[in-house]
């Protein structure tokens, strides 16, 4: 038995349908129930975007993540985007056949700053490295620390030359830990009460490094 589309009259030897209606005028429908906007929130500083909880990298697959929470129920695949429009493929599963709509959809980023550019403004550190020793060797760990807090997404907050060496401002404390246990090197370690936060003691916790 032929149908007839009741919205556009076409039939079904020439188009697919979906219950009473055509795949053209489903497509339509689907492409009317779906955004036409979507929000992306992006550091005005380092440039992460928000996704998931946490800002990373904007690269394409963050943005296929971020654009797929913003089209939950459906398949969605990024085709491409640019500073003001992204385009993609929505998916949506209709008794158990696909309908795929291509759509362009209007990007608008709010700027704001991550909790990482923030700290860093605010010269916020966790620790002290200080490094004591050989000019040369005190000058090669510095690079290495520095180097190795900027590829785990943290960072130095400043350095102060002293007295037979330099003290390293650094973001973070589990990081730091981590990069002395790589490095083979046995700090003696320091506490200095910081703060409260939410009732419990906050300490900042110096290293003392002879190189």
């Known amino acids: 038995m032929v149908k007839h589309c009741p919205t556009c009259h076409r039939d079904s030897k020439e188009a697919r349908f979906f219950g009473e209606f055509c795949e053209h005028c489903m497509r339509d429908k689907l492409s009317k129930k779906l955004k036409d906007k979507i929000e992306i929130v992006k550091c005005k500083r380092c440039g992460k975007i928000y996704v998931t909880g946490q800002f990373m990298e904007e690269t394409d697959d963050a943005m296929t993540v971020q654009v797929q929470r913003e089209f939950k ?3 969605v695949e990024l085709l491409g985007y640019g500073d003001k429009e992204a385009k993609v493929a929505v998916t949506e599963n209709i008794r158990g056949e696909d309908l795929t709509v291509h759509k362009v959809v209007e ?6 700053m991550c909790t990482g550019c923030t700290r860093y403004l605010g010269g916020y550190y966790e620790a002290v490295i200080q490094l004591r020793g050989a000019p040369s060797r005190v000058q090669t760990m ?4 520095s180097r190795y807090f900027e590829r785990n997404s943290e960072y130095v907050s400043r350095i102060e030359e002293v007295d037979g060496g330099y003290d390293v401002f650094v973001s973070s404390k589990l990081l730091t830990a981590h990069f002395l246990e790589i490095q083979n090197i046995k700090p003696v370690i320091s506490y200095t009460l910081y703060g409260l936060n939410r009732g419990k003691k906050v300490y900042r916790n110096t290293y003392a490094v002879r190189l």
């Open 73 to 75: 129920g459906y398949f």
């Open 107 to 112: 990007l608008n980023w709010k700027k704001t």
């Open 142 to 145: 510095m690079g290495r620390i």
